[in-house]
Every structure is written in C-alpha cells, then in structure tokens.
C-alpha cells in the first residue's frame, strides 16, 4: 500500500522547508522521491515547470545535495571522504567551504588536520564531526536543493552550536528541505509539514503552528521539550 496519500505540495524555491512527524510518517519517503531515489507511480513532481522524470538522473542529482544522518564514510583522510574522488574541486574550495559554514577550525584541530586518517564508516569520528563532513561535501557541489535528514544522534553542545550555525549557512537563499528530528532546529523554517501516516495534516510556520489549539505539532513540540528538561 502507498506511504504517501494524496500528498499536494509546493516548496518555495530559494527558502526553507522542515518535515516533521513521527517515525513512520513518510518525511524520508518524501524527500527520497525529489532526489529519485524512488519514482512516483502515481501524480507528478515539477521543479519548475518540467517533470522530475524529464531530468536525466545523473543531472538530476548533480543539482540535489544531500546530507543523510548515516554518513558514507570510507578508509582514507578527511579531505579524500569529502572530495569523493571528485578530481575537478580543489583542495583550496574544499576548505573556502568549510570555512564558510564554520567547520575549517574544527577539521585543523585534528591530528593532522585535513589528512587525519578516518577508519571504516568513521569509527573514530564523533557524529557531530561526521555530520560536518557531510556538510561540506554537500556544499562544495553548490547545489540548487540540499535535502538534508538532521541527525538523531546526541551531539555534544559545542559540536551542536556550530552543526546549526552550518545549517544555518548552508540552507541559506537555497531551497532547501530539512527532515527535523528536533523541533528547536527548525525555528527558522519559512514552511513546516506536518505528516502523519502519509497525510499532511498540517503546514505554517513554527510561530502559527504553536499559535493553533489543538496542532499536532505543538504537541510535539511540547513533548520535546518536556522530554529536554
């Protein structure tokens, strides 16, 4: 049976949209569907005015970043796993990027900064810092639409106050969409979705949504809360 139900949508070009909802709700589904990493079998996704299937997939996602919480990682230093063999960006952009979203201080603290060997699917990283290589490998393609899947995963309060100030950068006049696990990083948000067992059942800002009586997201959002103190 379908996941996603009579789902009608529009995501604003150049701005910031947050999916939210339970485990189970389609947030992943959806968001898959814009990067093709499954069709639609039925209806149509445009960006613009032209089908998503009219795009040829390798140029499709040339212009789609995407940071998944579970980060590809690989044997070899830290400027190899965010360069992916991609032989036509320098080291030099590599760095102009993650300077941008505040990442560069982080990688030279390192030993050996940059060419800090990383084991096997990052084993000796800390999430937040895998998440930061992620993060500037999205960013040095430029992309036109990031989808970014937010990490569930505890990340110290330093590492965090400088994951945000990235998310911040990196989604900035970009469209972009944002699978939330943590309702306090999507304040910002210009639109938020709410899902539920495939439905959206809700959409407006953090602001009009907390307004409303009865929202499944302030129950959400409250149940956060409750849960962080």
Same mark, same amino acid.
């Given at each position: 049976?379908?996941?996603?139900?009579?789902? /009608?949508?529009?995501?604003p070009y *150049?701005?910031?949209?947050?999916? &939210?909802?339970?485990? *189970?709700? !389609?947030? $992943? $589904?959806?968001? @898959?569907?814009?990067?093709?990493? #499954?069709?639609?079998? %039925? +209806?149509?996704?445009?960006? +613009?005015?032209?089908?998503?299937?009219?795009?040829?997939?390798q140029a499709?996602?040339?212009?789609?970043? =995407?940071?998944? %919480?579970? =980060?590809?990682?690989?044997? *070899?230093?830290?400027?190899? /796993?965010?360069?992916?063999?991609?032989?036509?960006?320098?080291?030099? $952009?590599?760095?102009l990027a993650?300077?941008?979203?505040?990442?560069?201080?982080?990688?030279?603290?390192?030993?050996?900064? #940059?060419?800090?060997? &990383?084991?096997?699917?990052?084993?000796?990283?800390?999430? !937040?810092?895998?998440?930061?290589?992620?993060? =500037?490998?999205?960013?040095? $393609?430029?992309?036109?639409?990031?989808?970014?899947?937010?990490?569930?995963?505890?990340?110290?309060? /330093?590492?965090?106050?400088?994951?945000?100030?990235?998310?911040?950068?990196?989604?900035?006049?970009?469209?972009?969409?944002?699978?939330?696990?943590?309702?306090?990083?999507?304040?910002?948000?210009?639109?938020?979705? =709410?899902?539920?067992? @495939?439905?959206?059942?809700?959409? !407006?800002?953090?602001?009009?949504?907390?307004?409303?009586?009865?929202?499944?997201?302030?129950?959400? #959002? %409250?149940?956060?809360?409750?849960?962080?103190?």
């Amino acid at each position: 049976h379908p996941i996603l139900k009579e789902i /009608n949508l529009t995501i604003p070009y *150049g701005k910031t949209t947050a999916l &939210v909802g339970t485990t *189970g709700s !389609g947030k $992943t $589904t959806l968001a @898959g569907l814009i990067n093709r990493s #499954y069709d639609v079998r %039925q +209806g149509n996704i445009l960006i +613009g005015s032209h089908s998503i299937k009219e795009y040829d997939l390798q140029a499709l996602r040339k212009r789609i970043g =995407v940071v998944l %919480q579970d =980060v590809f990682l690989f044997r *070899g230093s830290v400027m190899e /796993n965010i360069l992916m063999s991609n032989t036509s960006i320098s080291e030099e $952009t590599v760095r102009l990027a993650a300077k941008d979203i505040g990442a560069h201080d982080f990688f030279e603290k390192l030993p050996n900064g #940059y060419n800090f060997e &990383v084991m096997e699917r990052g084993s000796n990283l800390s999430a !937040g810092q895998r998440q930061l290589i992620s993060f =500037v490998r999205a960013l040095i $393609t430029n992309p036109d639409i990031l989808i970014l899947d937010e990490a569930t995963s505890s990340i110290d309060p /330093n590492t965090e106050a400088i994951i945000q100030k990235a998310i911040t950068k990196i989604t900035e006049k970009r469209t972009s969409i944002v699978i939330a696990h943590r309702l306090g990083t999507i304040q910002k948000a210009d639109q938020i979705i =709410v899902l539920d067992q @495939g439905h959206i059942i809700e959409i !407006g800002t953090h602001k009009d949504l907390l307004a409303r009586e009865n929202s499944r997201y302030r129950t959400l #959002y %409250q149940h956060q809360i409750a849960q962080a103190i």
